[in-house]
């Protein structure tokens, strides 16, 4: 005589609930104590993007920079660099949803919540996902010839930054020709980046359990130092400084 079998025996041991998708963006609550409501508006990667200040720092409006410097990217693939960077957004609070649904509108009146993110972590955001894993220049094949065969070389040297982790590069004064020239040679995979994209580039020791705050890429100057080994034969110390401090100085303090 055969049994029937339960409903639980009925159902195949191998099948199992399908993973959930992640959600993005992730908001934490919002910031409490008084309410920073008063809209002003920064850059980032050339673009003006809404924001509020919130502890000293600008806090940016998340879907703006995905609709507008992020805007060639899956949201996956926005999730997953957070993820790894481990970068928290807030939720803005009610009266900072009204001020950007205010006119110029930056959120549609129907938007029920809006992701806010510090500048500091919009811009590690927007380095590694513009930036990382390309192995050449963009669009300029003088900046990746050879010291061998470039007359120029002698007036090389070697810098390196430690923001978000630490990077070396070769900077080429003779390529500073504006301030946002392509002109300092990422050491370890050879994009050529202007001063203020080489700070934020990074490939090793990215400090993603770091809390960062308060960086500013138009601050370049003052994170972009002088390397301690050097092409040879070697300038002097105090020649090598000088030529750096010629290359900050070379725009002035506007850029």
Request: charged share 20%; net charge neutral; aromatic share 8%.
């Amino acid at each position: 005589l055969l049994l029937p079998s339960s409903p639980q025996q009925q159902q195949p041991a191998t099948v199992q609930p399908a993973p959930l998708l992640p959600s993005f963006p992730i908001l934490s609550a919002a910031d409490r104590g008084w309410s920073h409501a008063e809209r002003n508006e920064t850059q980032l990667e050339g673009q003006p993007i809404a924001c509020f200040t919130v502890g000293g720092e600008p806090r940016l409006c998340l879907p703006q920079i995905l609709n507008s410097v992020l805007r060639q990217f899956y949201v996956m693939q926005i999730h997953a660099v957070c993820d790894e960077l481990q970068i928290n957004c807030s939720r803005c609070t009610a009266e900072q949803l009204d001020s950007l649904k205010a006119a110029p509108a930056i959120l549609p009146r129907s938007a029920a919540s809006c992701g806010l993110i510090t500048k500091t972590d919009a811009q590690r955001l927007c380095s590694a996902l513009l930036r990382r894993g390309l192995n050449e220049a963009r669009g300029d094949n003088t900046t990746r010839c050879s010291s061998k065969n470039n007359s120029s070389s002698n007036a090389w040297f070697r810098v390196y930054h430690q923001c978000f982790g630490k990077c070396e590069g070769l900077c080429k004064p003779e390529l500073y020709t504006s301030p946002d020239a392509m002109c300092i040679e990422c050491a370890d995979c050879s994009l050529t980046l202007s001063p203020a994209d080489f700070i934020s580039h990074a490939h090793r020791s990215v400090e993603n359990r770091t809390c960062h705050w308060g960086f500013d890429s138009t601050n370049w100057r003052a994170y972009l130092l002088l390397a301690r080994r050097q092409q040879q034969p070697q300038p002097s110390n105090e020649v090598l400084l000088h030529q750096l401090d010629e290359f900050k100085n070379r725009f002035g303090f506007s850029s």
